[in-house]
């Protein structure tokens, strides 16, 4: 099993694409890459220096002079539900994501040649980001589920929310994902679809696992 291989796998919010990503690249020692940091990071940056988020020009100009090497992407800050809202706003900016798939690629072509394997998530991964991936993962579940699992990652972080709320912004941001005029979250024609429903982390991963060393194989 010593095929290099690039994983792609999108999908919605909530819908257990992350957890999914994460426990292959532990298992596989693959690079992992969560996408969606990085514009969690420029929500977050551009919120810290008083950017005009509205202003196109004005958050481009700043993330594409900012040096992502020098980011904390373990930061808690990432995981409030404001910045996730406007990450998901500014994620529309065509400009904005022409700069973070620079990096995105390099990431998975240039900067892990020692790994077997590169991860990559997010919503636009096997459609523009990597079209040539490997394997394409497309991850979903009711918004029903989607909602009571990021209530519930909130309320772990101490963020008190009302669920009804977190659904409502779930459906905001389907919307805003799926019909954004650049990159919109889109299956590609070739993805693996998994619905995430009725199933555990681990059953998830199991799935995923079989078409991982199929291709190995």
């Known amino acids: 099993m010593n095929k ?3 994983i792609a796998i999108d999908g919605n919010a909530a819908s ?3 957890t999914l990503a994460k426990k292959i690249a532990e298992s596989f020692d693959y690079a992992y890459l969560d996408t969606g940091k990085l514009y969690r990071a420029s929500a977050l940056l551009i919120r810290e220096n008083n950017i005009k988020y509205r202003d196109i020009n004005e958050v481009s100009n700043f993330i594409k002079n900012y040096n992502f090497s020098n980011f904390d992407f373990n930061n808690i800050k990432l995981k409030s539900d404001n910045i996730g809202k406007l990450a998901s706003l500014i994620s529309g900016y065509k400009e904005l994501r ?3 798939l620079v990096y995105q690629r390099e990431f998975a072509t240039k ?12 919503r636009d991964i096997g459609t523009i980001v990597l079209p040539e991936a490997n394997i394409k993962f497309f991850i979903t579940a009711s918004i029903a589920i989607r909602a009571e699992r990021r209530w519930k990652e909130l309320l ?7 669920k009804r709320h977190v659904e409502k912004d779930i459906r905001d941001r389907d ?7 650049y990159s919109p979250l889109i299956p590609s024609k070739d ?3 998994i619905d995430t429903t009725n199933l555990d982390a681990n059953e998830v991963f199991l799935l995923a696992k079989k078409h991982i060393l199929e291709y190995l194989d």
């Open 156 to 162: 772990s972080l101490g963020q008190s929310t009302i």
């Open 111 to 122: 900067l892990n040649n020692k790994k077997s394997g590169v991860i990559l998530d997010g």
């Open 175 to 181: 919307n805003r994902d799926t019909k954004r005029k």
């Open 4 to 6: 290099k291989i690039i």
């Open 16 to 18: 257990g694409k992350g």
């Open 98 to 100: 022409e700069i973070l």
């Open 191 to 193: 993805a693996i679809l």
